[in-house]
Structure formats: structure tokens, C-alpha cells
């Protein structure tokens, strides 16, 4: 059973940082695509970063500069470092992977930012 979960999230001043974890059970990171979401309510879930199975970084725009996705040390840990962190940056964010077509979820971490 594959289970993924994701810590490290709170409250933080804009321009502070944040480091998300993200720990799987069940499966590993290395060969899948494996990212980070974050969703608002109401909005839709948008990608932030992933790293494919080559080990290709893309960015979304928002963030490109402050963010920045790698692997551990373990293959089943993943890590999303945060940096300038602004309001719009508030959402629950959520560790992916897909493997042969199928997507994986954690339960999110919250990130809220503050003014």
C-alpha cells in the first residue's frame, strides 16, 4: 500500500522560508515523476514543482527563483525548500507521484504566509 506524507508546513512571516518533507512508504521516489502541488480552495490544483525520472526540474513561473524540489538522501524522501515566501504562496501543498500512469497522493501540509 502506498502511502505518502508530508511535514514541515506552518506559519510564516512573507519573505521567511519553509522546508516541506514528504516520506513514502510502499514506493519509491527514484524512476517516478515525483512533485509537489498546492491547492487553494476554489481553485484549481496547480503544479509547483516536479523532478521526472531523468532527474528534470521544472518549476511553475510563480515560483521559479525561491523554490526548489530535491530528493534525499533515502529513496523515498523528497523535500520542497521554500525561500521569500510571499501571501500568494499560502495553500496546502501535496506530495505526488506517478508511477506507470497512476498518481499517488498525500494528505497536504498547510503553508499559510503572512503580510
Known amino acids: 500500500q502506498v502511502q505518502l506524507v508530508e511535514s514541515g508546513g506552518g506559519l510564516v512571516q512573507a519573505g521567511g522560508s519553509l522546508r516541506l518533507s514528504c516520506a513514502a512508504s510502499?514506493?519509491?521516489?527514484?524512476?517516478?515523476?515525483m512533485g509537489w502541488y498546492r491547492q487553494v480552495p476554489g481553485k484549481q490544483r496547480e503544479l509547483v514543482a516536479k523532478?521526472?525520472?531523468?532527474?528534470?526540474?521544472t518549476y511553475a513561473d510563480s515560483v521559479k527563483g525561491r523554490f526548489t524540489i530535491s530528493r534525499g538522501n533515502s529513496a523515498n524522501t523528497m523535500y520542497l525548500q521554500m525561500n521569500t515566501l510571499k501571501p500568494e504562496d499560502t495553500a496546502v501543498y501535496l506530495c505526488?507521484?506517478?508511477?506507470?500512469?497512476?498518481?499517488?497522493w498525500g494528505q497536504g501540509t498547510q503553508v499559510t504566509v503572512s503580510s
Open positions: 505526488n507521484v506517478r508511477r506507470l500512469g497512476m498518481d499517488y
Open positions: 510502499g514506493i519509491i521516489f527514484s524512476g517516478n515523476i
Open positions: 523532478i521526472d525520472s531523468g532527474g528534470f526540474r
